[in-house]
């Protein structure tokens, strides 16, 4: 059993979602940054899709009741553990009565914490994911709250002292998109402002989606579109041109059109933007396509 002894400005547990579930209303949530929870996961031998804890802009502090077996990835942080440093994306032992804290990352935005076997918070939809825009899963961690560990291992421990692995940048970001659905609904130019421009992720942003400030994306048509599905990545521009990035709790559809999608390999760049910081995005040829984060609209999502 772990006990939250401080959560911090945002801790939440997360798995890899609810997929398949659109149709239902249900988005798919999960972790905001993928690859660095399924990272988390892989360096104490769980399967991908074991939870772990995503806490945002650090803070969190927790007490151990049992040995387990931890990693830390994603957004650096100093890592205490009973006042002593432990090293970012590499496994160590906890002991019971240990007191583990994370403190504020130098760069990025979101921190993973993995436990050895999961954490083992009861399942809703098949995810124990924690998705605050439709209010599914477990509530954000609260002080004294306490966590079961579970039994998601995919085998021995991993012989892995460390994990070389970049950490996310502190400076401008560069986006991969490709262009569309509705990019026909805006005027000529409005591609060329989103991939020369640079805008500034703004405070008002959270797990639903990056809200960017910079120069307008100007439409070319008037009214608004039927709603219609919406995925991880969508850049949906409302009518003050400033462009919006969904992220892992989007809603599951929109009546905004969506100029472009940012290929799912970068979508850990935009889960990592923290306020203040500066995103370029850049045009990538249509053969792509089928790297994005599927396209809007489409039935299956």
């Known amino acids: ?27 798919r949530s999960g972790a905001a940054d993928r690859r660095s929870a399924a990272l988390a996961n ?26 387990a077996r931890v990693a830390v990835t994603g957004a650096p942080c100093p890592i205490r ?10 496994p160590f032992t906890v002991w019971p009565g240990t007191e583990l ?20 918070v009861e399942k809703i939809l098949e995810s124990r994911s924690t998705d605050l825009l439709a209010g599914l899963g477990p509530s954000p961690l609260r002080e004294g709250d306490v966590l079961p560990v579970g039994h998601d291992m995919c085998g021995p421990l991993p012989a892995v002292e460390v994990a070389p692995v970049p950490d996310p940048a502190g400076f401008g970001l ?40 910079g120069p307008p994306l100007p439409r070319s048509r008037g009214g608004e579109l039927l709603s219609e599905g919406m995925v991880p990545g969508a850049i949906q521009v409302p009518p003050s041109g400033q462009p919006l990035v969904f992220l892992a709790d989007h809603p599951v559809t929109g ?17 990592q ?7 370029s995005f850049r045009l990538v040829p249509g053969s792509l396509r089928r790297h994005a984060a599927n396209v809007p609209g489409a039935a299956a999502v």
């Open 1 to 27: 059993m772990i006990e939250v002894v401080r959560p911090g400005p945002l801790t939440t547990v997360q798995d890899l979602g609810r997929p398949g579930l659109a149709a239902l209303g249900v988005g």
């Open 42 to 67: 892989r360096l104490v031998g769980n399967f991908d899709g074991a939870a772990v804890l995503e806490t945002t802009f650090g803070g969190l502090v927790l007490r151990f009741r049992q040995v």
């Open 81 to 90: 553990r009973n006042g002593r440093g432990e090293a970012m994306n590499a």
């Open 101 to 120: 804290a994370l403190g504020t990352p130098s760069t990025g935005l979101r921190t993973y914490l993995a436990v050895r076997g999961g954490i083992g």
């Open 174 to 213: 560069i986006v991969r998109v490709v262009s569309g659905p509705r990019d026909d609904w805006f005027g000529p130019e409005a591609l060329r402002i989103l991939s020369t421009a640079t805008y500034e992720v703004t405070s008002e942003s959270n797990r639903v989606g990056a809200r960017l400030a």
């Open 255 to 271: 009546g905004y059109p969506v100029i472009g999608v940012v290929l799912t390999d970068d979508l850990p760049v935009m889960a």
């Open 273 to 279: 933007a923290r306020p203040g910081q500066s995103v």
